[in-house]
T-cell receptor
Framework: GAVVSQHPSRVICKSGTSVKIECRSL??????MFWYRQFPKQSLMLMAT?????????EQGVEKDKFLINHASLTLSTLTVTSAHPEDSSFYIC????????????????FGPGTRLTVL | GENVEQHPSTLSVQEGDSAVIKCTYS??????FPWYKQELGKGPQLIID???NVGEKKDQRIAVTLNKTAKHFSLHITETQPEDSAVYFC????????????WGAGTKLIIKP
């Protein structure tokens, strides 16, 4: 099956610093990747959608200058939380869809294990 | 836009009994309906999905039914086991969407031993 990894799984940082989270598709070409955040006991909230080689499309209310998304290759997308503050503390999850060889995987999305960000 | 409602928010069943979680959607053009299981501190895992041209799909103890006319779909888990305890999310992809999932609020399933 298609596998998505995320790194790091947990990160604790001081307020004002920037944090980069990596999302990798291990065995397929991720033409589209999604970034979500999830607060405790809530559903997933889509932050942005990115297609390989294009600028990300951000959801309403998500600051593009604060949450920088790069999807420069078919296997890697990064989310950088710039000048993080305690209210940015959350569980960040990526997902991906695309192709495995000639087989289209969409619309199924494959999720990473998530990254727990704590900003002190 | 598309809206997905999920019920109940919490479901407690005796081990061995069946569990049913229901979702309704608003966009009649929605064409893909996945169900995800999320354990504490982990990412969601797809457990079953159904497309709009199918009414029912089964995979061992798990089944999903879709009623396009009524715009609702349900997850059925039979012979529940302790490891089924988790939060379950339904989702839908609207007809116009670039694979963007619209999520239900989630159901916390508790299996009582």
């Amino acid at each position: 099956g298609a596998v998505v990894s995320q790194h790091p799984s947990r990160v604790i940082c001081k307020s004002g610093t920037s944090v980069k989270i990596e999302c990798r598709s291990l065995d397929f070409q991720a033409t589209t990747m999604f970034w979500y955040r999830q607060f405790p006991k809530q559903s997933l909230m889509l932050m942005a959608t990115s297609n390989e080689g294009s600028k990300a499309t951000y959801e309403q209310g998500v600051e593009k200058d604060k949450f920088l998304i790069n999807h420069a290759s078919l296997t890697l997308s990064t989310l950088t939380v710039t000048s993080a503050h305690p209210e940015d503390s959350s569980f960040y999850i990526c997902s991906a869809t695309g192709t495995s060889g000639r087989v289209a995987l969409d619309p199924e999305q494959f999720f990473g294990p998530g990254t727990r960000l704590t900003v002190l | 836009g598309e809206n997905v409602e999920q019920h109940p928010s919490t479901l407690s069943v005796q081990e061995g009994d069946s569990a049913v979680i229901k979702c309704t959607y608003s966009d009649s053009a929605s064409n893909y309906f996945p169900w995800y299981k999320q354990e504490l501190g982990k990412g969601p895992q797809l457990i079953i999905d159904i497309r709009s041209n199918v009414g029912e799909k089964k995979d061992q103890r798990i089944a999903v039914t879709l009623n396009k006319t009524a715009k609702h779909f349900s997850l059925h888990i039979t012979e529940t086991q302790p490891e089924d305890s988790a939060v379950y999310f339904c989702a839908a992809i609207p007809g116009h969407s670039n694979y963007q999932l619209i999520w239900g609020a989630g159901t916390k399933l508790i299996i009582k031993p």
